[in-house]
């Protein structure tokens, strides 16, 4: 997938999402990334590279990360699960509106 169909999807998908307060991303050719700032001093962290399909959104609150779903060429695509964020879970491909749906479900874990 290529940079602005990738941005395109993930802002329709934040859109009416009632946690999430504002949008800082930022392109550079082939490159997303930047931070969707959340309520409860949470942000969620994104980069996603098209020429390597490299995708990494990490829910932070705290300096660490609480959940995220990352694509990479080692370990595929993976999530970091609410309750042990420093696992990685094998999961299928994901679209930016899946992980954001995903993150929604992770929300309603956290206290």
């Known amino acids: 997938m290529d ?5 395109s999807s993930l802002l329709d998908a ?16 082939i490159i997303l990334r930047g931070r969707v ?12 590279n098209e020429e390597t399909g490299t995708t990494a959104m990490a829910l932070i ?16 695509w993976h999530v970091h699960p609410v309750d042990d964020p420093d696992q ?7 679209t930016p509106s899946e992980i954001v749906e995903a993150l929604a479900d992770a929300w309603t874990q956290l206290p």
């Open 37 to 48: 700032l959340l309520e409860q001093d949470r942000f969620l962290q994104v980069y996603f």
């Open 61 to 76: 609150e705290d300096e660490q990360r609480i959940w995220g779903v990352d694509y990479d060429d080692l370990r595929g």
């Open 14 to 29: 934040l859109a009416d999402r009632p946690f999430v307060r504002s949008v800082d991303l930022e392109t550079e050719v």
């Open 3 to 7: 940079v602005e169909p990738f941005l």
């Open 88 to 94: 990685h879970r094998d999961i299928d491909p994901m």
